[in-house]
């Protein structure tokens, strides 16, 4: 099965300005989890969406939002960007194994804010 | 969420065994205890998880104390593309959200 895909893998964009990134989760999965990596804070939780519908969210302000198609593809939007919002930003597809879940990473999009 | 310790780094020889400890004292009865690893440059990786009893799968081994509150995460026989940081994270029964720590930078030495 082809992995979890990311784009694009590199943005640089302007402090104001909104941003869209996709991802495209193993086929199969329905769930779709958001993580934001940076040097100072790590691996940070953002949201996760499971048939269209957030189910869980982390403690981001409203600036960053999400949302899930049909086909599980979700994309998360960030908008009226600050610097410190320039991160790795990674999505994760999972499924259901016994009552927990095993997560696949994509490998990322890397966003500059300037 | 409950919360986890790790060592912040730990070497080991090319082809040895190694043992990544984790505590979480106040892990709760429903609590999954998960292993990823980020490997430099790439998103994380899943690596096996486990709930009461000993897990063994293609990369690795996890071992799990009798009354949950600490566990290790076994490689066999480590090679250099297991250099990488280990993240040890508990998640409840049927959540899908991973809080990462710090996790332990695992060096391995030809």
């Known amino acids: 099965k082809a992995g979890v895909t990311q784009t694009p893998r590199y943005l640089i964009k302007t402090r104001g300005q909104q941003v869209t990134l996709s991802c495209s989760p193993i086929?199969?999965?329905?769930?779709v989890s958001w993580y934001q990596q940076t040097p100072g804070q790590g691996l940070q939780f953002l949201f996760e969406?499971?048939?269209?519908?957030?189910?869980n969210k982390g403690n981001f302000p409203g600036r960053f939002s999400g949302r899930q198609f049909s086909n599980s593809r979700s994309e998360m939007n960030v908008s009226t960007l600050e610097l410190g919002d320039s991160a790795l930003y990674l999505c994760?597809?999972?499924?259901?194994?016994?009552?927990?879940?095993?997560?696949?990473f994509g490998p990322g999009t890397r966003l500059t804010v300037t | 969420d409950a919360k986890t310790t790790q060592p912040n780094s730990m070497e080991s020889n090319e082809e040895g065994p190694v043992h990544l400890p984790c505590n979480h004292s106040?892990?709760?009865?429903?609590?999954?205890i998960h292993w990823y690893r980020q490997l430099p440059s790439q998103g994380p990786e899943y690596v096996i998880h486990?709930?009461?009893s000993n897990v063994n799968n293609r990369m690795a081994s996890l071992a799990i104390a009798e009354d949950r509150k600490s566990s290790t995460l076994i490689l066999h026989r480590a090679t250099l593309r297991d250099a990488a940081v280990y993240y040890c994270?508990?998640?409840?029964?049927?959540?899908?959200?991973?809080?990462f720590g710090t996790g332990t930078r695992l060096t391995v030495i030809p």
């Open positions: 994760a597809s999972s499924f259901l194994r016994t009552d927990t879940y095993e997560q696949y």
């Open positions: 994270i508990l998640t409840l029964t049927g959540a899908n959200n991973l809080f």
């Open positions: 086929s199969g999965h329905r769930s």
């Open positions: 106040t892990i709760s009865g429903t609590d999954y």
């Open positions: 969406y499971f048939s269209e519908t957030q189910r």
């Open positions: 486990g709930l009461t």
